[in-house]
């Protein structure tokens, strides 16, 4: 999914713990009185209709490095990518995530999740995050790659170190210490991968980095810079957005017994279950476009070089959209969520991100129907891109 967190001047900068849990009342409430939140140099798009006004005109709203700085050296790609240049990238990365080219995954995808359960069955209990969210699509992450699992310790630093640098910092997204450890990590980064291709470059592989390698768009090779700049972004991208969207569904199934039952019932209705519940949580909550010219946003005056954050997660429960968004209908005929985006910028991994979910469901409800959250604890969930770092379920095996 190519989304990252939001700057620290964001609403989510106050967003207090039970807030980053249930977001929902929050953003109804802000619909009800404002359809953009004026945070001076930054504007927070609120309704659907705005969201996606912001979403389909990147040569209003770029996508462009100023738009998030994640200290990397150059545009990540596609996502910092606008047209025309955007088109070329596409075209050469669309069909590498198609769905039927995901699909011969899922075999795979299936070994990956069952072997995760077998280690962890037999307790009856499970830090989550811990022992499958994050564990499982890092797999699948590795393996397209051609990386050995042993390096996965090494590329979730990595991971963490540019999306939530705080944590090994003061504690304080933005702030020196943490803008420090951020740029550190982005050097890295380009040294590991400048690594790896050395290596593939030497010895080719069944992975995307050979492929990239090999690879032309429009009679033209890849660069280097170009193929680091792609890798860059699948690390942030497909480690964390996945784990995070796990985290979102289980924990509201693991809460909410009555419709998890329903899937265990009848695996069948798992995909449209994943639908409403990627619409209804919305993992990743906003992604951030730059101004590139003096316009307005629903009567809102937005300057050039303002920020404007895209809030997914309010345009997915806008009442005005659907009447019934503020409610969770496993059964929704129509479901036209934001959470991949919209426009050109579209989330590259939604097949490849939609199969790994169905697989989890489908095998975890298989074998384990009844969880639930550990007698006692809280969920936390982080700001932004919704993770629970501490997820401890107890559970009954079928």
């Known amino acids: 999914m190519d989304t990252t967190e939001a700057p620290a001047e964001d609403p989510f900068a106050a967003m207090d713990p039970e807030m980053a849990a249930n977001p929902q009342p929050l953003f109804h409430m802000l619909r009800q009185e404002l359809a953009v939140l004026d945070l001076d140099e930054s504007k927070a798009v609120l309704r659907r209709s705005d969201v996606e006004e912001v979403l389909r005109h990147p040569e209003i709203f770029s996508s462009n490095a100023d738009a998030v700085d994640l200290q ?22 669309d069909p590498l995530f198609a769905p039927r080219k995901v699909a011969v995954l899922e075999p795979a995808l299936t070994d990956a999740v069952n072997e995760l359960i077998d280690r962890f069955v037999d307790r009856g209990e499970v830090d989550f995050s811990a022992e499958f969210s994050t564990l499982f699509p890092t797999r699948v992450f590795l393996n397209l790659l051609g990386l050995p699992e042993e390096d996965l ?47 593939r470059e030497a010895e080719r592989q069944d992975d995307l980095l050979s492929h990239f390698l090999d690879a032309e768009v429009d009679g033209e090779r890849l660069t280097r810079e170009d193929i680091l700049d ?44 994943i639908e409403e519940l990627l619409r209804w949580e919305t993992p990743v909550m906003a992604v951030v476009r730059v101004a590139l010219e003096d316009t307005e946003i629903a009567g809102c005056p937005v300057a050039k070089d303002n920020m404007v954050i895209a809030l997914l997660s309010s345009a997915n ?9 503020g409610e969770v209908h496993f059964d929704r005929e129509t479901n036209r969520h934001l959470t991949f985006g919209g426009g050109v910028h579209r ?7 939609r199969l790994e979910l169905r697989v989890a469901l489908r095998e975890w409800h298989r074998r384990i129907p009844e969880y639930q959250v550990a007698e006692g604890h809280d969920l936390v969930y982080t700001p932004g891109i919704r993770s629970i770092e501490h997820f401890p379920l107890t559970f009954t095996t079928a």
């Open 230 to 273: 792609i890798c860059f972004l699948f690390l942030i991208a497909g480690l964390d957005t996945v784990t995070a969207s796990l985290d979102c569904i289980f924990a509201y199934l693991a809460q909410h017994p009555e419709q998890r039952r329903l899937l265990v019932e009848d695996p069948s209705r798992i995909p449209a279950a």
């Open 347 to 353: 989330c590259l991994g939604s097949h490849l991100a």
């Open 153 to 199: 310790p090494r590329f979730l630093a990595l991971k963490d170190g540019i999306i939530r640098p705080q944590a090994a910092a003061d504690g304080v997204f933005g702030s020196p210490d943490s803008l420090a450890h951020q740029k550190a990590t982005s050097e890295a980064i380009y040294a590991t991968f400048n690594e790896i291709l050395d290596q």
């Open 317 to 325: 429960t806008d009442e005005a959209d659907q009447a019934d968004a």
């Open 72 to 93: 990397n050296i150059r545009p990540l790609i596609p996502l910092q990518i606008d047209p025309p240049e955007h088109k070329k990238f596409r075209k050469l990365l």
